[in-house]
């Protein structure tokens, strides 16, 4: 086992040679196993451990048993204790996802602090089995089923390659010493279940079940790298990024064979789950949305709109007589002219006496209404322009208003108001100009 994780790591992971690595070690013999080797392979190596306060006195027992290996082997170890089930109730989550979201920020944090490179954990073949299983079981994409990653971002994994009969044969021979965890022995856990008796009655039927099982993942981990190519190569013709915006044009997304799909690459990773809902605000009328935690799509006209949701801020912005510039929050110029020029919607030409201080500048509200420049006397709520001007909810809502008193002066960047108009009569011409 030594020599082919030996290999193992020099085919797959050399970068660990140089590095400081950071073993999260739990006290149970995979953990155990897993420090024994890399200490025969004489890397540089810490141990974490974390006490979830899940278990009683047994915890602290687990974390006893890791505190003394580390001092009889003089290695570096870092300790934490949680209270996982205030935490869990704090944030509404499983014990199991609360456990997992407080070790990997920790262990993150002690990347940062500490000075280490890589954190390695000790999970092995048997592990992907029970989560490829626990995925199949309740409904996954091909993410789902190509297991484990060896390597995400600074967490490795180098014992994948071993099942667990492996890891118990190496601990009988070299009479490493580790904690039971009562709870494994407890159906009460869907995992457990699975590995007490799904995999055992799998390894019965097919004595060569993990093997099968390995080279069944290598091929879906191909197709999904297929997958994954494909719907980059198609969001190039489909998507267009504005900022933090991304808009899907609709005629060229029903063009595709199985849009769905591509929906659904393209997606998952803003946390979207009602997926029906997502295909079907392609057919929805415009205006319809759909909603993630932090996302927010929206069907307009020919095109879904991506684009964060922000908290709604009624925000006032006033600009004193005499500004020459603001920055906040558009970057407008005022400045005094003796004549008018062409104007285009980002320049406005305005009777400067007319203008009652401070401007203010403000997002539209619905109700709102002005007197559209070129048309005299006539008033327009707000809401038509917008519709006339074909503008998408999300161009409606990051539209600011520029007012004088109670009169509106310039919907910015769109249209002016006739009230403010230079005349005949005007003495002093203030332009006004969006700088972008």
Not at 53 to 82: H, K, M
Not at 375 to 398: A, Q, V
Request: glycine share 4%; proline share 3%; charged share 25%.
């Amino acid at each position: 086992m030594l020599d082919k994780l030996k290999e193992h790591i020099n085919q797959n992971f050399p970068f660990l040679n140089k590095c400081r690595l950071l073993l999260a070690t739990s006290g149970g013999i995979d953990s155990m196993v897993m420090v024994h080797l890399l200490r025969q392979l004489r890397f540089d190596i810490a141990l974490c451990h974390c006490n979830f306060q899940l278990r009683g006195l047994e915890s602290f027992g687990d974390q006893n048993f890791v505190q003394e290996y580390a001092n009889t082997n003089q290695i570096p170890l870092f300790l934490t204790q949680f209270d996982t089930e205030a935490f869990a109730n704090d944030y509404k989550l499983s014990t199991q996802i609360a456990a997992r979201e407080l070790r990997y920020n920790w262990f993150y944090e002690l990347l940062e602090t500490e000075g280490y490179d890589y954190i390695v954990t000790a999970h092995h073949a048997d592990d992907n089995i029970e989560t490829f299983l626990i995925n199949l079981s309740r409904g996954t994409g091909l993410e789902g089923l190509v297991g484990i990653p060896a390597q995400n971002d600074k967490i490795i994994r180098p014992l994948l390659v071993f099942s667990s009969e492996e890891i118990q044969e190496y601990a009988k021979q070299n009479h490493i010493q580790w904690r039971e965890d009562s709870s494994n022995a407890s159906d009460k856990y869907l995992r457990n279940k699975i590995r007490h008796h799904l995999v055992p009655l799998l390894k019965e039927l097919n004595p060569k079940f993990l093997e099968s099982f390995q080279k069944t993942q290598t091929y879906l981990q191909e197709s999904q790298e297929l997958v994954e190519d494909a719907a980059v190569m198609v969001y190039q013709q489909v998507a267009k990024e504005e900022d933090d915006i991304i808009v899907f044009n609709l005629e060229q997304l029903l063009r595709l064979p199985n849009y769905k799909s591509y929906l659904y690459q393209w997606l998952n990773e803003f946390g979207f789950t009602a997926w029906e809902d997502v295909y079907d605000l392609v057919e929805a009328q415009s205006g319809k949305q759909v909603f993630s935690a932090d996302f927010r799509l929206l069907k307009d006209r020919k095109t879904l709109i991506l684009s964060p949701i922000q908290e709604e801020e009624a925000e006032v912005f006033f600009i004193e007589k005499n500004t020459r510039i603001i920055e906040t929050p558009l970057l407008l110029s005022f400045s005094k002219v003796t004549e008018i020029e062409n104007s285009f919607h980002s320049t406005i030409f305005v009777d400067e006496d007319l203008l009652v201080y401070p401007l203010v500048l403000k997002k539209w509200e619905e109700g709102d209404s002005f007197q559209p420049f070129g048309m005299n006397g006539k008033t327009k709520k707000l809401s038509k322009l917008f519709k006339d001007e074909k503008l998408s909810l999300i161009e409606k809502e990051n539209t600011w208003v520029l007012w004088s008193g109670n009169q509106i002066v310039w919907v910015v960047g769109i249209r002016q108001d006739e009230r403010f108009r230079v005349n005949d009569t005007t003495k002093s011409i203030l332009r006004i100009k969006l700088n972008s």
